[in-house]
Nanobody, 115 residues
Framework: QLQLVESGGGLVQPGGSLRLSCAAS????????VGWFRQAPGKEREKVSC????????ESADSVKGRFTISRDDAKSTVYLQMNSLKPEDTAVYYC?????????WGQGTQVTAS
């Protein structure tokens, strides 16, 4: 079973920074596209940022471009989301995701609050 474990969420003042981590347990992320999604109360889950399996292509939501950076370390089977200049509207539960042609998985989520 694919298991993803997020960490790094918390409470931060607007303008502050947080770094989320997502570690794969029991498998390697090497051949997976990975990404971060978020869901605010009363809203649908939305894609924040994704990176392909080769690590050479990323895409991000317009709302976070220039502020959030996704990266991956396949040696550690970990994906990161560096979040700078956080805004109150970034407040949400952030979920890690991975996908390949044969399987996909979601993490349990980590709360990020900018207030």
């Amino acid at each position: 079973q694919l298991q993803l474990v997020e960490s790094g969420g918390g409470l931060v003042q607007p303008g502050g920074s947080l770094r989320l981590s997502c570690a794969a347990s029991g498998f390697s992320l090497r051949y997976y596209a990975v990404g971060w999604f978020r869901q605010a109360p009363g809203k649908e889950r939305e894609k924040v940022s994704c990176i392909n399996s080769h690590g050479d292509s990323t895409e991000s939501a317009d709302s976070v471009k220039g502020r959030f950076t996704i990266s991956r370390d396949d040696a550690k089977s970990t994906v990161y989301l560096q979040m700078n200049s956080l805004k109150p509207e970034d407040t949400a539960v952030y979920y890690c995701w991975c996908s390949a042609s044969y399987s996909s998985s979601w993490g349990q989520g980590t709360q990020v609050t900018a207030s």
